[in-house]
């Protein structure tokens, strides 16, 4: 199995994201044999989208980076909230991603997705608590992660998440514990 390992959180060692991440790679690594493929996108970052990249005649990073997704069967992304969204990081590699004709297609009836048949495991990472109650309307992270990977076909996508990680030690340790406990399933 190819899996693909997206990493956005830029506090690094201490990135709570990074952390499950990894953990739900090595889970994967227990469970059978896989070739792994790790993107940083804070050591590595890609730049924000430009005009002239896209009306270029050729895409080098564009090209590579649909590659990178196209050639994996399982995608690991590593996915911290910052101020209710996904990190920049992460952004600029959706926006690279998502190309009309090669990962998604209009249609008459609409937007279809291109990329199918792969399973994606989000780690998210969060200072609060926003899976539920009323800072659940705050949440453009996950939905927005759920929104994107649908759009260009991935549909199955399983979110482990840390959550309470900056509101004193108990909750920070039942937000680690509820994601191994999750990891655990895999």
């Known amino acids: ?7 956005s959180g830029i506090f690094l060692e201490q990135s709570v994201s990074r952390q499950v991440s990894q953990n739900i790679v090595n889970k994967l690594k227990e469970k059978q044999d896989i070739t792994l493929f790790h993107r940083d996108l804070v050591a590595n970052p890609v730049p924000h989208l430009a005009a002239d990249e ?11 980076l649909v590659q990178e997704l196209l050639d994996a069967d399982t995608l690991v992304i590593g996915a911290p909230m910052y101020n209710f969204t996904i990190p920049t990081q992460l952004k600029a590699w959706f926006d690279r991603v998502l190309q009309a004709g090669v990962t ?10 291109l990329v199918n048949g792969k399973k ?3 780690a998210s990472g969060r200072g609060g608590i926003y899976s539920q109650g009323e800072a659940q ?3 453009h992270q996950e939905s927005y992660l759920k929104q994107v990977l649908a759009f260009i076909g991935i549909t199955d996508v399983t979110i482990i998440r840390a959550e309470g990680m900056n509101m004193g030690d108990e909750p920070r340790q039942q937000g680690f514990k509820e994601a191994e406990q999750e990891i655990e399933t895999i």
């Open 137 to 139: 309307a705050m949440d």
């Open 120 to 122: 994606v495991y989000i």
């Open 1 to 7: 199995m190819k899996v693909l390992h997206l990493d």
């Open 104 to 113: 998604f297609k209009y249609t008459e009836q609409g937007p279809q997705g």
């Open 54 to 64: 896209l009306l270029a005649e050729e895409k080098p990073l564009i090209d590579e």
